[in-house]
């Protein structure tokens, strides 16, 4: 495995899918709008034999997707719940994950709903302090750890470089939710870990028009089980949506590092605003294990959770933004405000968000390409 430069990957994304088809010369990948595929003759391949199994224009984003993560394979689900899913498909009644307490709802969900009455069980835990992980991975059973870095919504950070590693040592599979960063900022099979996993409905088509998921595996023999779940299953996504996610890679490097920028200067301006009681971003000197991400020389994202004085006024901010979209989503050029108390992560009991802080006074950005101005004195009307 080779650690890539940020300028390469700036050009591996701008050439995604170019050169595919060698037939006319088109520049952009071709959308492959079909089930099936002609045979030669009997016994005989184009390589592509039916859609489910692999299609063409799949395959173009899939390969840019192993590559922008220097991983081995990459896969490509119809939804980031669907990515998710096929990667625990990899354990087996009896055992137990790791997973981070304070995880998207909709992954929580997965685990409680799902997995749990299956016999796969998940052991919740602070993934940004190391001796509780520790702990965690020692006890009997566990199998995996799945970390989501930065966290959502409370954007803590793990040490993904020595989690692995402990992680290694007892034959544990460790798996990342890489949504927030992206491999933009951090590439974690270049930490050590397994797999990684991606809602690529967010940064990675980057348009809030497709609904799509994404798994990178660091071997060749978890691309063998990922590429069996994928055909066997079936979740996979459609050519058009792979087209449309392929088209957002392409400027992802430029897209993150304008939402990064304009990201820390909200995350400084709402430190000091007087109705804003605290402010979570890896950007804010103030944050801790914020020298995880300088270790890394990677970025902070352009995810902004904080918290209000009042909560009795979240209704009249949420219907009082003008730039920004009170929508439950993320990663888009877009800006948007969302409610993790009653929206992202409504599925998890009252006790345990209140235990976690995610709270009625908590609002979450994501911060697009705006002028960073408008968002600013948006955020500033309805303060």
């Not at 709270?359 to 697009?368: A, E, I, K, Q």
């Amino acid at each position: 495995m080779s650690t890539i430069k940020q300028s390469q990957l700036a050009t591996r994304l701008a050439q995604a899918g170019n050169r595919s088809d060698t037939t006319t010369g088109a520049i952009s990948v071709p959308i492959y709008q079909t089930a099936s595929f002609v045979h030669p003759g009997l016994g005989q391949s184009t390589g592509f034999d039916y859609s489910r199994t692999s299609n063409p224009t799949r395959l173009a984003l899939e390969e840019t997707l192993a590559s922008a993560d220097s991983g081995h394979r990459g896969f490509a689900f119809a939804s980031g719940l669907a990515a998710i899913d096929a990667v625990l498909r990899l354990f087996s009644p009896g055992d137990k994950l790791v997973v981070t307490e304070d995880l998207y709802g909709g992954t929580y969900r997965l685990f409680e709903k799902i997995y749990r009455p299956l016999g796969i069980d998940a052991l919740y835990v602070d993934t940004s302090y190391i001796r509780a992980v520790e702990e965690a991975l020692a006890l009997p059973g566990v199998k995996g750890i799945l970390l989501e870095s930065p966290t959502n919504p409370l954007l803590k950070i793990a040490d993904i470089r020595v989690i692995a590693a402990l992680a290694r040592g007892r034959g544990i599979l460790t798996i990342v939710d890489n949504t927030f960063l992206t491999p933009v900022l951090q590439r974690p099979i270049e930490q050590g870990a397994d797999l990684v996993v991606y809602s690529a409905t967010k940064y990675l088509a980057g348009h809030n028009d497709v609904v799509a998921g994404a798994v990178v595996t660091a071997t060749p023999a978890l691309s063998e089980r990922i590429a069996f779940l994928q055909n066997a299953a079936g979740g996979i996504l459609g050519p058009q949506d792979a087209w449309l996610t392929l088209r957002g890679l392409k400027t992802l490097t430029l897209r993150v590092a304008r939402q990064q920028e304009n990201a820390t200067a909200l995350a400084a301006w709402l430190d000091h605003h007087p109705r804003v009681r605290r402010v979570y971003y890896p950007g804010l000197s103030s944050h801790p294990n914020r020298n995880i991400l300088l270790r890394e020389k990677s970025g902070w994202g352009a995810m902004i959770a904080f918290e209000v004085e009042d909560p009795a006024r979240i209704p009249e901010i949420l219907s009082k933004v003008k730039i920004f979209l009170f929508a439950e989503s993320l990663g888009g050029v877009e800006s948007l405000i969302t409610y993790p108390y009653l929206q992202t992560h409504a599925d998890i009991e009252e006790a345990t968000r209140q235990r976690l802080g995610i709270n009625d006074r908590l609002l979450r950005l994501s911060v697009g390409i705006e002028a960073i101005e408008d968002l600013q004195g948006d955020l500033e009307n309805v303060l």
